[in-house]
């Protein structure tokens, strides 16, 4: 699914999301789902050849809001994103890597050693990035977990867009601590191709 000699890498977000979009409050996830994030844990770390590992894009405030236990996210290069010089991220670790924009993330994952050992690249958000790189052209596909719940929230990720992506995969209900949630996963469609006045045409 993705682009490997590309100039730059393609990805799929993963995310889970109330019904209004709400994905976090107070720098926290609005709920708390352990099967839900061992979902996430193994969609976001397999890959089908051993030899290789997945990339997790993820924003600063994302990987400041990631306990403490869970970071760097074993068997994954966490890509921290961060416009800034100062930050504690740990740069010595062979795990993490920081970068500047989700462009010089993605140049930079299309290029060896990361084109040869990066099987898989996804963004897992958070709200701020996912307003630009949710729905973007080089994302592939969306791996939404629709959590059946209406809470506060202060992070939304937007709505998936229909006329870009189709539903590939949609799995039963499940129940967890009381909350029902699907895991739901988009593709962009191949069907879309641009008319000569730059109308999308779809067929
Ligand atoms: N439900 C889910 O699936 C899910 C997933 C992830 C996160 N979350 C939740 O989302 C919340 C965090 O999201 P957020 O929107 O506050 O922050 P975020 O998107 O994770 O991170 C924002 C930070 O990323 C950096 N950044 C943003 N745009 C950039 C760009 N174009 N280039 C380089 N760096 C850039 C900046 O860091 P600097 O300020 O350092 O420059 C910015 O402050 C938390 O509540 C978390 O729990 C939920």
Redesign the pocket.
């Known amino acids: 699914m993705e682009a490997q000699n590309a100039q730059r890498r393609s990805y799929q977000v993963?995310?889970?999301?109330t019904r209004d979009m709400g994905?976090?409050?107070?720098?926290?996830?609005?709920w708390d789902l352990p099967n839900e994030f061992q979902f996430?844990q193994d969609v976001t770390s397999r890959t089908s050849d051993p030899r290789k590992r997945n990339a997790t894009i993820?924003?600063?405030?994302?990987?400041e809001?990631t306990p403490l236990e869970f970071r760097p996210l074993p068997d994954r290069l966490n890509v921290v994103?961060?416009?800034?010089n100062c930050?504690s991220i740990p740069t010595d670790d062979d795990n993490v890597m920081v970068?500047?924009?989700?462009e010089s993330a993605l140049e930079l994952l299309a290029k060896p050693p990361y084109s040869f050992s990066i099987e898989k690249v996804f963004f897992?958000?958070?709200?701020?990035?996912?307003r630009?790189y949710m729905n973007a052209p080089s994302c592939d596909a969306i791996h939404l977990?629709e959590v059946d719940l209406t809470v506060p929230c202060?992070?939304f990720?937007p709505r998936v867009d229909t006329c870009l992506y189709h539903p590939w995969y949609s799995s039963l209900p499940v129940v967890e601590n009381g909350i029902r949630y699907c895991f739901n996963t988009y593709v962009r469609r191949k069907d879309l191709i641009f008319g000569s006045v730059g109308k999308i045409t779809q067929y």
């Open positions: 993963v995310i889970a999301a994905i976090g409050i107070d720098m926290k996830l609005p996430f993820m924003g600063r405030k994302s990987w809001a994103l961060t416009r800034s930050h970068c500047g924009s989700m897992i958000g958070g709200g701020e990035l996912l630009h977990t202060d992070t990720a």
